[in-house]
């Protein structure tokens, strides 16, 4: 899949939202489900149903597809019109369209629901490829749950990110562009907010009475990811200090949100209104902006749109494949998706390089595995304990065989491993990966 490709198949997907080609019926998803299946493992064409499943899943190495849903949360359902309360940790977004008021002193109704609609059926479709339950559509915005009671809570967080980050990637390659396209001339954009709220924070309930009720949340997180999706500019993703500290999520992929006043630019650090708590101390809540796009340079998205992510070069004869294991040159346990889930602290996890052929690489060849460490317990360390590992290859028989590296995973958080290929002294191939350690 080249990067013109991914660019077509998501603009198409967003065009068929636009002009309402949409499954109608969950009889049209099982018709999905098993055209995907039969494709597994492999990058399937778009078709007219699902199309960012499609794109997104086999990515991040998922081969089936997300059942929709909305609502309660499936976990909870049996709370429903009881006063029966559960906890369990969930990461909540909540994404708006900004200014969609205007759109409809702009536009007729009917251009107003095309526009909407195709911003919110891509929204819920990218949580769902990222196994989250949307609960509530409000007008021009989406709320969505990640997580649940047989869910790693690490993972959750990191589904919640992955969502918010290819949104926003959706709406620069694709959204912004096809409706300006389309005539839409208005300065189109969206706001995403995220936070997580652990084990004793929030509490699961039904809210009215039998017949009209619903199951939700109840937490200060959840309360929190709306206001923070607010005070995100456009096109922007918010993330609060709870999510971020929760991960030990990198410094480095965040910013300080800035505002103009006086001719000045002023840091907000911290969630607004600053509420005080019961001492009337004010709470000082801290809210970051995700640099979502640098983030997705990490991930599996990355080799297939050198354009938005061009520090990293492709060669299709070229294949790496990451395990975890046990122990070092030990059995090989899981494949390992990088940005795709956490991995147990003390795991090892095994880089193997293969090449098939490639007129462009010639003897001697070097592979370099470097790696750069983030986080509070990195830091205790030297360096963040970063390194790297070169490894020379002098024939073409033990490259094609392929060349393995052991990492050992020592530090809670995300973590980059830049694999690159010298030949003759220059680089001819970079690929960058997303570590995550719980």
């Known amino acids: 899949m080249t990067s013109s490709s991914i660019r077509s198949r998501i603009m198409s997907g967003f065009e068929s939202y636009l002009n309402r080609q949409q499954p109608s019926s969950l009889v049209e998803f099982s018709e999905a489900k098993i055209a995907m299946a039969s494709e597994a493992k492999s990058l399937p064409q778009i078709v007219q149903q699902y199309h960012f499943q499609k794109i997104i899943r086999p990515l991040w190495g998922k081969y089936d597809l997300a059942k929709p849903a909305i609502g309660d949360h499936p976990d909870f359902t049996d709370l429903a019109g009881t006063n029966n309360v559960e906890y369990c940790p969930i990461a909540t977004l909540f994404m708006d369209i900004e200014s969609s008021t205007r759109l409809g002193v702009i536009y007729n109704p009917e251009e107003v629901f095309k526009i909407k609609n195709a911003f919110i ?13 949307v609960h509530r559509i409000m007008g021009d915005a989406v709320m969505a749950f990640f997580g649940g009671l047989e869910v790693i809570p690490e993972n959750a967080v990191l589904k919640a990110l992955n969502a918010a980050a290819m949104i926003q990637y959706i709406v620069k390659k694709a959204i912004i562009p096809k409706l300006n396209e389309a005539g839409f001339e208005n300065q189109f954009g969206i706001r995403i907010g995220l936070d997580y709220g652990s084990q004793n924070e929030v509490l699961w309930s039904s809210y009215g009475f039998p017949g009209s009720n619903e199951v939700t949340a109840t937490s200060f997180f959840v309360d929190s990811a709306s206001k923070l999706q607010h005070a995100a500019p456009r096109n922007s993703v918010m993330i609060g200090q709870s999510l971020r500290d929760f991960i030990s999520f990198p410094f480095e992929l965040l910013s300080i949100k800035k505002t103009q006043s006086g001719g000045q630019l002023t840091e907000e650090p911290y969630l607004l209104p600053n509420i005080t708590d019961r001492e009337k101390k004010p709470i000082n809540y801290r809210q970051y902006i995700f640099n979502s796009l640098s983030y997705l340079d990490y991930s599996p998205l990355s080799p297939y749109d050198s354009d938005e992510f061009s520090s990293q070069t492709n060669f299709p004869s070229i294949m790496i494949s990451v395990h975890t294991a046990s122990a070092k040159n030990g059995q090989l346990e899981d494949v390992y998706t990088h940005c795709g889930s956490f991995i147990a602290k003390e795991k090892w996890l095994c880089f193997e390089i293969k090449y098939t052929a490639d007129a462009e690489l010639r003897m001697p060849l070097k592979v370099r595995f470097a790696v750069e460490n983030h986080g509070e317990e990195a830091n205790k360390d030297p360096n ?5 590992t070169d490894i020379d290859i002098k024939t073409n028989a033990s490259f094609r065989y ?20 010298y030949s ?3 680089v001819k191939f970079v690929r960058k990966f997303g570590i995550c350690i719980s």
Do not use: P
Request: net charge negative; hydrophobic share 30%; glycine share 12%.
């Open 121 to 133: 059926a891509t929204a819920i479709e990218v949580i769902q490829s990222f196994d989250g339950h």
């Open 384 to 388: 963040n304990g970063n390194h790297y």
């Open 402 to 421: 392929g060349i393995k590296h052991w990492e050992h995973c020592c530090y809670r958080g995300l973590h980059y491993m830049t694999v690159s290929l």
């Open 424 to 426: 003759q002294g220059a």
